[in-house]
């Protein structure tokens, strides 16, 4: 429906509506005796309304202007009417939104039918007064970190809104964009009355609902700037911080659970974080699908969650905003910022397998007047795992944040992030037959002192800066390293009739360093009544990796009985006598990507996202055994093209078209660069808004092509090689929000149907390893609004994976698991004490396979950690 039709429709009902008033209005009930129940009979008319509380509102008040001022602590906004003590007020947010209906107004103003104004004042980045349909206006506050307090004056020309942009304090803090629901305030008053007089007292609200924790209503992974999901042509689902908390989350992969067809890639050994989006997988180095603050995150080991505030998927390609990543998508870790006002909160979760994890996040300013912030989030872990091995988990990690506001327009956060994390080495479990082996859960087989060590140092600036109201720059550069070590006996060969597996000490010694430099322009224009968003930027990476691989001679020794091990059959010998070096290499890549993007609103309810990229990419590796070098040099145009049309304000149709470009950072046994893959996605989907904006939901089909696909060489698992062209199409459900006050949701569904369909290996045809037909996830919390117990709530998570291929070469399935998970918690004043359960009733299953048939990674069993909080 055109815009100028929906106007047309609106006028319509609106005048329908006032007829049917003169023909039967409605009697106030202190201006006379007759009831109101005398206007029933409109039931049988058909209503322009969009309920039956609409019709029963007082006769429509005229709004004839809007006025707009600055005061010494934020902004006044005035509706100027003569009845502006008839007028019916409900509120509610949305993100950093303050929202004010007035159902029983219109908007009549000489210059159109919405009042608009950016930038407002400090802290508050826009006000709309507009008419939501035929008989609704609505006020739209919005700041620039949070929804702003906003009370209402009846004053001499009509009604005033007095907006304070705040914080907070006492709950959780949140930095942008995560909702934060303020309650109407009575302690803050304008400074200065308005231009039409002294305001009288606070109008009284009626507040709709509580904080909603669980829905995101912005992001900035999917265009690079804070933008409404609705408004975004692919999908995007948001993991937020209290998910994170509910659910006790310490593991990336856990968290992504609540995410459709996200699941686990082997994980080399339980120490590393490699994850598949949509059936595609990163291999957790500069070339994967993780990004930290929008930066490609090279790092191989376990991500921390303790300084993320949210995470946030963006399904499908998304190189013309990040270069070479993946076509499933990435995953964007935002992290804590500094808050404006003191927070002090301390954690201490124990529980199954002698966990102990302590943990601090504290905030606040280092000045009086607030220019100098800080965030200092630190945590301490150890366990001893529930497989069989000597080694425990030893993990330390902490983060320092300083954000210094130069001035009113320009501000500089600089963040330093250290991790040090020891673990077990553990392969997992072996394929047998077309299953997998049927042993204990805890027997292990590798050595009892297999480990792996990682010490990981990031390294960033974000300098920004307004230049006016419409026009901003942003330049940001972040430093990280990874220093890798393992040693381990290493599974080869599983003999199955006789149940010897041959093994190999083997040693990993790695370290790389990755440099990536930004710079984003964005600025709003408009040409005619076509408003704009542009984004330009520039990116420049460089990445340098080198490593060794050590072996002991011979490659089936030693060997071990799966059936009946027997460990340190033979001494591990030293470092000194692994001398079979298989890989003694130095990788180097330079990329350079340029990349432009417009948002483009032809009208409130149609959006144009189009935009492209340019990338170089320069590579070179030496063999350091006997200093052969090689190179490659590739370049790639990506485009992306899509559509937003709302036919009514709750509902988003849209349609993409986007391409992907991801550089082979790996080799082939004999040293040469692998070609960079190629990746095409269509997709179409509905967005939804439901139960007043507090639930939302996205419905996704879409067609994904991968060529020049790298894969494992089965022969020589240290390198990889092209397997051909991969298709993956799919359909996929989410939703999240809050059903009711205390009621929140978060749940997903995907379906992956994936394909090789080109290989010159015999694999065309198959299935792609680790890809699950299908997934699904359900969580729930419901917390005690009221009475003895407020406070208490409850928790319940379904998450389903089905069955996986095992292998591109189709030898053996990995079954399809059901887990269950519980909690209950309580909170009081400033204090939370909660339990946790995971895998409720204790399934025996599979996390992802790498390298074939013989790195099979086991999830845990049935575990309980019981948490204390308190917060200052």
Same mark, same amino acid.
């Given at each position: 429906?055109?815009?100028?039709?929906?106007?047309?429709?609106?006028?319509?009902?609106?005048?329908?509506?006032?007829?049917?008033?003169?023909?039967?209005?409605?009697?106030?009930?202190?201006?006379?005796?007759?009831?109101?129940?005398?206007?029933?009979?409109?039931?049988?008319?058909?209503?322009?309304?969009?309920?039956?509380?609409?019709?029963?509102?007082?006769?429509?008040?005229?709004?004839?202007?809007?006025?707009?001022?600055?005061?010494?602590?934020?902004?006044?906004?005035?509706?100027?009417?003569?009845?502006?003590?008839?007028?019916?007020?409900?509120?509610?947010?949305?993100?950093?939104?303050?929202?004010?209906?007035?159902?029983?107004?219109?908007?009549?103003?000489?210059?159109?039918?919405?009042?608009?104004?950016?930038?407002?004042?400090?802290?508050?980045?826009?006000?709309?007064?507009?008419?939501?349909?035929?008989? @609704? $206006?609505?006020? #739209?506050? =919005?700041?620039? *970190?949070?929804?702003?307090? %906003? /009370?209402?004056?009846?004053?001499? !020309?009509?009604?005033?809104?007095?907006?304070?942009? @705040? $914080?907070?304090? #006492?709950? =959780?803090?949140? *930095?942008?964009?995560?909702? %934060? /629901?303020?309650?109407?305030?009575? !302690?803050?008053?304008?400074?200065?009355?308005?231009?039409?007089?002294?305001?009288?007292?606070?109008?009284?609200?009626?507040?709709?609902?509580?904080?909603?924790?669980?829905?995101?209503?912005?992001?900035?992974?999917?265009?690079?700037?804070?933008?409404?999901?609705?408004?975004?042509?692919?999908?995007?689902?948001?993991?937020?911080?209290?998910?994170?908390?509910?659910?006790?989350?310490?593991?990336?992969?856990?968290?992504?659970?609540?995410?459709?067809?996200?699941?686990?890639?082997?994980?080399?050994?339980?120490?590393?974080?490699?994850?598949?989006?949509?059936?595609?997988?990163?291999?957790?180095?500069?070339?994967?699908?993780?990004?930290?603050?929008?930066?490609?995150?090279?790092?191989?080991?376990?991500?921390?969650?303790?300084?993320?505030?949210?995470?946030?998927?963006?399904?499908?390609?998304?190189?013309?905003?990040?270069?070479?990543?993946?076509?499933?998508?990435?995953?964007?870790?935002?992290?804590?910022?500094?808050?404006?006002?003191?927070?002090?909160?301390?954690?201490?979760?124990?529980?199954?397998?002698?966990?102990?994890?302590?943990?601090?996040?504290?905030?606040?300013?280092?000045?009086?007047?607030?220019?100098?912030?800080?965030?200092?989030?630190?945590?301490?872990?150890?366990?001893?795992?529930?497989?069989?091995?000597?080694?425990?988990?030893?993990?330390?990690?902490?983060?320092?944040?300083?954000?210094?506001?130069?001035?009113?327009?320009?501000?500089?956060?600089?963040?330093?992030?250290?991790?040090?994390?020891?673990?077990?080495?553990?392969?997992?479990?072996?394929?047998?037959?077309?299953?997998?082996?049927?042993?204990?859960?805890?027997?292990?087989?590798?050595?009892?002192?297999?480990?792996?060590?990682?010490?990981?140092?990031?390294?960033?600036?974000?300098?920004?800066?307004?230049?006016?109201?419409?026009?901003?720059?942003?330049?940001?550069?972040?430093?990280?390293?990874?220093?890798?070590?393992?040693?381990?006996?290493?599974?080869?060969?599983?003999?199955?009739?006789?149940?010897?597996?041959?093994?190999?000490?083997?040693?990993?010694?790695?370290?790389?360093?990755?440099?990536?430099?930004?710079?984003?322009?964005?600025?709003?224009?408009?040409?005619?009544?076509?408003?704009?968003?542009?984004?330009?930027?520039?990116?420049?990476?460089?990445?340098?990796?080198?490593?060794?691989?050590?072996?002991?001679?011979?490659?089936?020794?030693?060997?071990?009985?799966?059936?009946?091990?027997?460990?340190?059959?033979?001494?591990?010998?030293?470092?000194?006598?692994?001398?079979?070096?298989?890989?003694?290499?130095?990788?180097?890549?330079?990329?350079?990507?340029?990349?432009?993007?417009?948002?483009?609103?032809?009208?409130?309810?149609?959006?144009?996202?189009?935009?492209?990229?340019?990338?170089?990419?320069?590579?070179?590796?030496?063999?350091?055994?006997?200093?052969?070098?090689?190179?490659?040099?590739?370049?790639?145009?990506?485009?992306?093209?899509?559509?937003?049309?709302?036919?009514?304000?709750?509902?988003?149709?849209?349609?993409?078209?986007?391409?992907?470009?991801?550089?082979?950072?790996?080799?082939?046994?004999?040293?040469?660069?692998?070609?960079?893959?190629?990746?095409?996605?269509?997709?179409?989907?509905?967005?939804?808004?439901?139960?007043?904006?507090?639930?939302?939901?996205?419905?996704?089909?879409?067609?994904?092509?991968?060529?020049?696909?790298?894969?494992?060489?089965?022969?020589?698992?240290?390198?990889?090689?092209?397997?051909?062209?991969?298709?993956?199409?799919?359909?996929?459900?989410?939703?999240?929000?809050?059903?009711?006050?205390?009621?929140?949701?978060?749940?997903?569904?995907?379906?992956?149907?994936?394909?090789?369909?080109?290989?010159?290996?015999?694999?065309?045809?198959?299935?792609?390893?680790?890809?699950?037909?299908?997934?699904?996830?359900?969580?729930?919390?419901?917390?005690?609004?009221?009475?003895?117990?407020?406070?208490?709530?409850?928790?319940?998570?379904?998450?389903?994976?089905?069955?996986?291929?095992?292998?591109?070469?189709?030898?053996?399935?990995?079954?399809?698991?059901?887990?269950?998970?519980?909690?209950?918690?309580?909170?009081?004043?400033?204090?939370?004490?909660?339990?946790?359960?995971?895998?409720?009733?204790?399934?025996?299953?599979?996390?992802?396979?790498?390298?074939?048939?013989?790195?099979?990674?086991?999830?845990?069993?049935?575990?309980?950690?019981?948490?204390?909080?308190?917060?200052?």
């Amino acid at each position: 429906m055109s815009r100028v039709m929906s106007n047309q429709l609106q006028k319509l009902a609106w005048m329908i509506g006032v007829a049917l008033v003169l023909v039967n209005p409605p009697v106030l009930a202190e201006d006379s005796q007759k009831p109101i129940s005398k206007i029933s009979q409109l039931d049988d008319v058909e209503k322009p309304a969009t309920s039956i509380k609409q019709w029963l509102a007082q006769s429509l008040i005229q709004i004839t202007g809007v006025k707009s001022q600055t005061t010494g602590k934020g902004i006044e906004v005035t509706l100027e009417t003569n009845q502006s003590d008839k007028l019916q007020l409900v509120n509610k947010s949305e993100g950093n939104s303050y929202i004010v209906d007035i159902p029983n107004a219109q908007l009549r103003l000489p210059s159109g039918d919405t009042f608009r104004q950016e930038k407002a004042t400090a802290g508050i980045s826009e006000v709309i007064v507009t008419n939501l349909d035929a008989n @609704t $206006v609505r006020v #739209t506050v =919005t700041g620039e *970190t949070g929804a702003p307090q %906003v /009370e209402l004056f009846d004053g001499d !020309e009509g009604l005033v809104f007095g907006a304070v942009p @705040t $914080v907070t304090t #006492t709950q =959780t803090p949140q *930095t942008q964009p995560t909702p %934060v /629901e303020p309650q109407p305030s009575t !302690e803050t008053q304008p400074e200065q009355p308005s231009a039409q007089g002294e305001p009288e007292a606070p109008i009284e609200l009626l507040v709709t609902g509580e904080q909603n924790r669980y829905r995101v209503p912005n992001a900035s992974t999917g265009t690079r700037t804070d933008t409404l999901i609705r408004d975004i042509p692919q999908t995007i689902q948001v993991v937020p911080e209290q998910v994170i908390k509910d659910q006790r989350v310490t593991r990336l992969r856990d968290a992504l659970l609540n995410i459709g067809g996200v699941v686990q890639d082997g994980g080399f050994g339980s120490t590393s974080d490699q994850i598949g989006i949509r059936g595609f997988f990163g291999d957790g180095t500069f070339g994967g699908s993780i990004l930290v603050d929008g930066f490609k995150d090279g790092r191989g080991g376990i991500r921390e969650t303790a300084n993320v505030e949210r995470i946030e998927v963006l399904k499908g390609p998304a190189s013309v905003l990040y270069g070479g990543v993946q076509p499933g998508g990435v995953i964007n870790l935002v992290t804590k910022q500094p808050l404006r006002d003191p927070y002090y909160n301390a954690e201490l979760s124990v529980g199954s397998f002698s966990t102990f994890r302590p943990s601090i996040d504290i905030s606040g300013p280092l000045n009086s007047d607030k220019t100098l912030l800080y965030r200092l989030n630190s945590v301490y872990e150890t366990s001893d795992g529930f497989r069989d091995f000597n080694q425990d988990v030893q993990r330390f990690f902490i983060s320092p944040t300083l954000k210094w506001e130069i001035g009113k327009a320009t501000n500089l956060t600089l963040q330093f992030d250290y991790l040090n994390d020891e673990r077990p080495f553990d392969r997992g479990f072996l394929a047998f037959g077309e299953g997998i082996i049927d042993t204990p859960l805890e027997r292990f087989f590798g050595e009892p002192d297999d480990v792996r060590k990682v010490e990981e140092i990031g390294l960033s600036y974000r300098l920004e800066h307004n230049f006016n109201d419409n026009w901003k720059i942003r330049n940001a550069f972040r430093y990280q390293s990874s220093d890798t070590f393992d040693y381990r006996a290493e599974p080869v060969r599983l003999n199955e009739t006789t149940g010897i597996l041959t093994r190999n000490f083997r040693s990993n010694d790695d370290y790389e360093e990755n440099y990536t430099l930004q710079t984003d322009v964005v600025g709003k224009f408009i040409t005619g009544s076509i408003n704009h968003t542009l984004l330009f930027g520039v990116d420049l990476a460089r990445f340098t990796s080198g490593g060794t691989q050590s072996r002991l001679p011979g490659v089936i020794t030693p060997s071990i009985n799966v059936f009946n091990p027997v460990y340190n059959a033979i001494p591990r010998p030293g470092l000194d006598e692994l001398t079979n070096v298989v890989r003694n290499n130095q990788d180097r890549s330079t990329g350079l990507g340029i990349f432009l993007q417009n948002q483009i609103a032809f009208a409130d309810n149609l959006k144009l996202l189009v935009g492209g990229r340019f990338d170089t990419v320069d590579q070179n590796s030496t063999d350091l055994r006997d200093g052969s070098e090689s190179g490659r040099y590739d370049s790639a145009f990506t485009p992306r093209l899509g559509i937003v049309y709302q036919p009514i304000e709750p509902i988003s149709l849209y349609a993409s078209y986007s391409q992907s470009f991801q550089p082979n950072f790996g080799t082939r046994v004999d040293g040469s660069i692998l070609e960079a893959e190629r990746g095409t996605q269509y997709e179409v989907g509905v967005k939804g808004e439901f139960l007043d904006g507090r639930l939302a939901a996205t419905l996704a089909a879409y067609h994904i092509t991968k060529s020049n696909i790298a894969a494992t060489d089965l022969d020589n698992p240290d390198f990889l090689l092209p397997i051909g062209e991969q298709r993956n199409q799919g359909i996929e459900l989410n939703v999240a929000g809050e059903i009711s006050p205390g009621w929140n949701v978060i749940a997903s569904y995907s379906h992956i149907d994936a394909e090789i369909t080109r290989d010159n290996d015999g694999l065309q045809g198959n299935r792609p390893a680790n890809v699950p037909f299908n997934t699904a996830s359900f969580w729930t919390t419901y917390e005690l609004q009221q009475g003895d117990l407020q406070g208490l709530g409850f928790g319940l998570g379904l998450f389903y994976v089905g069955d996986r291929q095992g292998d591109s070469s189709n030898t053996y399935i990995i079954p399809g698991y059901l887990r269950t998970d519980a909690a209950i918690y309580y909170k009081r004043d400033n204090w939370r004490a909660g339990i946790n359960i995971q895998n409720l009733f204790n399934e025996k299953h599979y996390l992802g396979a790498n390298f074939g048939r013989v790195a099979i990674e086991p999830g845990a069993p049935l575990t309980v950690i019981g948490s204390f909080s308190v917060t200052f």
